[in-house]
């Protein structure tokens, strides 16, 4: 953006940061406060440089933890009074039929559409901009269940925008003139469990479509505008739908096809500048302080928040407050960059963008056919090749569970916000709750322990896991399901999982790696071999631990240097406090490993990926 190199104080009526200003304690500690925020999400930002691009998001996603927990907080008094309702209108995967899904699209129209549209953003780990200029909010529904799938909202695009305007071949003149006919799309995606069958590239096609195009060309026709002082009638059709990723590189937007075409075009990324290190209470206490103590005029256009002052505004509030607290104007370069998409709609959209035809030739892109396209190119496949989307449960989706016990006393409703395990045709739902137990660890004494609950689900059951830490101070992982259908009733409180202190490694636990077999109406474990993992599970378990959660597999003797009749038992070192790692062994190694030894035909697990992470075991409320 143009004003991005200008460093003078906008407007012209900044008074000058005066020697005296920076000894007013309300300035350091305000000051203070900028660097402090600054640097929380500099270090994500950094250490996400240097991972993988997996990794690398979820550092970046940490890099906005801090603004999306204020957003929460926000909208704390409002998810009390609504989120139970809401709710209802999300699906569980048991009611998604992927070969049904009928995509459709409706603009928010009543109250009730606000209030769905704003929980399913809030649902996202980066929060998302209110938009500029014309704004219309859009919700995609499964008609087949009535539920919703996705959200996307289009309004003004920024004037400014350097790989889009190169991309498009844009001069000043050209882009003052066309840039009505480009839309943003700045809330872009799909809620769960649609989000796990690709719907985020359904919702990037729709917005494309023949109904939403004749939408916004009705909604803004007539409408008189001006840009620059050049105040007409112009045609609001969408010509060119721009959007830009929330983490780096999408892989969502990247390969959205339609018919064979490619309809979303990457065109580079932006230089990482921005304003989302700075949260909302932290800019209110900026604007409050640059319109109190550096505005010669607190009424000057940099003090104001009418829409006249442009998309920009936010920016010239906080270079302003960073000027007159001595802080580097670099301070607004985030440095995460945003991967940038031109969709367009229409035949000879470049050319009439520059001004060098003075007509355009729509797609034709009816929801309905969008629909269909998504169910045979992605939908039907991905439901088949990672079918853990129907064991998503709405529930899940509960925000509430989010926010500080403070404000839970209030009246909110809590629940467990429990992590997820994608095994395939397999869901691991870690963290489910806790609670005190009684038992017979392996020493045999009966004693009580607490439970850390997690729950294995497979198309025909589900079992509960505990792993609990006895009052006398053994750890074991078992199954803890009474109610478990036969086979897997076998496992209740049986061929549990020993965890203990690896001995060699400071705050590292050890388990030794068995498989289970059934033994007329019992079952028993046996140290199992690579050859016995292979065959149950047909991936590499060391592996796939190691990028699950940084376990090491080997032998007894190679880990921990055992040099006893032990040192050739396989088994796993991994962090003492991870409550992931043993219960994907568990799942792993007892019921599948048994349901697989009875019926071959059972499906082998895909590879543990983590969905989402679990609450630790001080989070969880202790069951009553």
């Not at 104007?329 to 945003?338: E, I, P, Q, S, T």
Request: aromatic share 8%; with cysteine; hydrophobic share 40%.
């Amino acid at each position: 953006m143009a004003d991005m190199k200008d460093t003078r104080a906008p407007g012209g009526k900044s008074r000058p940061v005066l020697s005296g200003v920076s000894r007013d304690p309300y300035v350091a500690e305000l000051r203070q406060q900028v660097l402090t925020e600054l640097q929380a999400v500099s270090g994500s930002v950094e250490l996400a440089s240097k991972l993988n691009p997996a990794d690398a998001k979820e550092q970046l996603r940490k890099a906005h933890a801090a603004q999306r927990a204020a957003r929460l907080a926000d909208s704390a008094a409002w998810l009390s009074t609504h989120e139970a309702t809401l709710l209802d209108h999300f699906a569980d995967g048991s009611e998604v039929v992927p070969s049904l899904i009928d995509p459709m699209v409706t603009p928010v129209r009543t109250p009730q559409d606000a209030d769905l549209f704003r929980f399913a953003t809030l649902q996202w780990s980066v929060p998302v901009s209110s938009g500029y200029g014309r704004r219309t909010r859009f919700l995609i529904r499964d008609r087949h269940n009535g539920k919703l799938m996705g959200i996307f909202a289009l309004g003004d695009p920024v004037i400014a925008q350097g790989a889009r305007d190169t991309a498009i071949g844009w001069d000043k003149a050209n882009r003052n003139a066309k840039l009505y006919n480009v839309y943003d799309a700045f809330v872009l995606g799909a809620v769960e469990p649609y989000r796990q069958l690709l719907a985020g590239k359904l919702a990037a096609l729709l917005t494309l479509s023949n109904e939403v195009r004749d939408f916004l060309s009705e909604k803004y026709a007539n409408n008189k505008v001006g840009i620059h002082g050049d105040e007409r009638v112009k045609d609001p059709t969408p010509v060119l739908i721009t959007t830009s990723s929330a983490l780096g590189r999408s892989s969502v937007y990247n390969r959205v096809t339609y018919d064979g075409s490619v309809m979303l075009h990457s065109v580079g990324f932006t230089k990482g500048f921005g304003h989302f290190q700075f949260s909302d209470q932290l800019f209110g206490q900026l604007l409050d302080f640059v319109r109190q103590d550096v505005l010669a005029d607190p009424t000057a256009k940099v003090g104001s928040s009418k829409y006249g002052s442009g998309p920009n505004w936010r920016f010239r509030v906080i270079r302003t407050a960073l000027k007159a607290l001595d802080i580097p104007d670099d301070a607004l370069n985030h440095n995460v960059k945003r991967e940038v998409f031109l969709a367009p709609t229409a035949v000879g959209w470049d050319e009439y963008l520059r001004g060098e035809r003075s007509d355009y030739v729509p797609y034709d892109l009816p929801v309905e056919k969008i629909g269909q396209y998504y169910r045979d190119r992605w939908a039907v496949g991905r439901a088949e090749r990672r079918p853990g989307y129907q064991f998503w449960r709405k529930e899940e989706g509960r925000l509430t569970t989010h926010l500080a016990d403070r404000q839970l006393v209030l009246g909110m409703p809590s629940g467990p916000v429990y992590g997820r395990v994608d095994l395939g045709s397999y869901s691991l739902a870690v963290g489910t709750a806790k609670r005190r137990i009684t038992g017979r660890p392996s020493s045999g004494a009966k004693t009580q322990g607490t439970a850390f609950l997690s729950r294995l689900e497979g198309a025909s059951f589900d079992i509960t896991v505990a792993d609990v830490q006895w009052d006398s101070g053994e750890r074991e992982v078992f199954g803890y399901d009474p109610g478990a259908t036969k086979p897997l009733s076998l496992l209740h409180e049986r061929a549990p999982i020993s965890v203990s202190p690896s001995g060699r490694f400071r705050n590292m636990s050890v388990l030794d790696l068995s498989v289970v077999r059934r033994r007329g109406t019992d079952v028993s474990a046996v140290p199992a071999t690579p050859d016995s993992l292979a065959d149950v599970l047909g991936f590499d378990l060391g592996t796939a631990l190691d990028s699950l959660a940084e376990g090491i597999v080997g032998t007894r003797a190679r880990l921990l240097k055992d040099k006893g009749p032990t040192g050739e038992q396989m088994c796993v070192v991994f962090d003492e406090t991870d409550h992931v790692l043993p219960a994907v062994v568990w799942a792993l190694t007892r019921p599948i490993s048994l349901l697989r030894a009875i019926n071959p035909d059972e499906p082998r697990p895909a590879t543990p990926a983590l969905q989402r992470r679990p609450p630790r075991s001080d989070e969880l409320i202790l069951d009553e």
